[in-house]
């Protein structure tokens, strides 16, 4: 019988680097660096380089889906 692999060997994606970011949001690099500086998203600062969590990303898009309707700044 096949059965789904849920083995811990699987190379699950957490985070993302800035450039991997702006590619996932369809955004340039600096547009993430002024919403994190807005704290729009917010990086983790775990490495030396700041690093988005997935779930960050997917949080943003879930809230600025919610408030698109409402008048506010741009991006």
């Keep these: 019988m096949n059965s789904p692999d849920t ?3 699987k190379n699950v994606i957490l985070a993302l680097s800035r450039e991997e970011t702006a590619r ?3 955004v340039s690099a600096i547009t993430v ?3 994190a500086k807005r704290g729009l998203i917010r990086p983790s600062r775990a490495i ?3 690093i988005y969590p997935v779930w960050e990303l997917e ?3 879930r809230d600025s889906a919610q408030t698109s309707g ?3 700044d741009p991006l």
């Design 7 to 9: 083995s811990p060997n």
């Design 24 to 26: 996932a949001l369809g």
């Design 33 to 35: 660096d002024r919403l």
């Design 48 to 50: 030396r380089r700041p």
């Design 59 to 61: 949080r943003f898009l």
């Design 70 to 72: 409402q008048k506010g």
